[in-house]
């Protein structure tokens, strides 16, 4: 008899303990996916190669800005999975000859993903580093081109050691912690 509850137990707690592996595997995989979602996959893939940009540059911005959101509308009005202002969009519409723009048209996942990828390709030209890149999507072209003149925030004029926005200094560290995440996503 007390063999047989020495199995028992033995099987009992076996089974607990595939039950806890179950448990933190399934959890892991739901907080991950939550934390780190991909959708539009293919049309992320099609504009980053269309512009030079990397695709997991793109999901990280669209991670930190929208959550995946294609109908999400910022405070200041920026709309859309990549939060694109209309002003911008209507000058990245002039430059890809996008003919009948309209704003509304930026909740249309694969025209703010091919906006936001072709803005991201065009500050690529702007900056010679990432990071200036990912702060000059959120603060503004021209906010981070004052910066590195100003020497507080860089000593060489083309990289910037800090940034005066914590909202900006946040917003890249988030895009570059996505951005590990997402390359797994993207390995060919």
């Not at 893939?45 to 294609?70: K, Q, T």
């Not at 940034?163 to 560290?173: F, G, H, K, L, Q």
């Amino acid at each position: 008899m007390h063999k047989i509850f020495r199995v028992k137990t033995k099987i009992f707690i076996g089974l607990v303990v595939v039950l806890v592996i179950f448990l933190i595997t399934f959890f892991s995989i739901t907080t991950y996916s939550y934390l780190y979602p991909l959708k539009y996959k293919a049309d992320i893939m099609e504009y980053a190669e269309e512009y030079g940009v990397r695709p997991e540059l793109v999901a990280s911005i669209i991670n930190a800005e929208s959550r995946f959101d294609a109908t999400a509308v910022s405070k200041k009005g920026a709309m859309g999975l990549m939060q694109i202002m209309p002003a911008t969009a209507e000058w990245i519409a002039c430059e890809l000859e996008v003919e009948d723009f309209k704003s509304e048209d930026l909740f249309e996942p694969r025209v703010n993903i091919r906006f936001g990828t072709y803005y991201l390709s065009y500050l690529m030209t702007k900056f010679e580093g990432e990071y200036e890149v990912i702060c000059a999507y959120n603060a503004g072209e021209s906010t981070v081109r004052a910066w590195l003149k100003d020497s507080s925030y860089s000593s060489d004029g083309v990289k910037l050691e800090k940034v005066a926005y914590s909202e900006t200094n946040s917003y890249a560290n988030k895009v570059l912690k996505n951005l590990s995440r997402y390359s797994k996503a993207f390995d060919k």
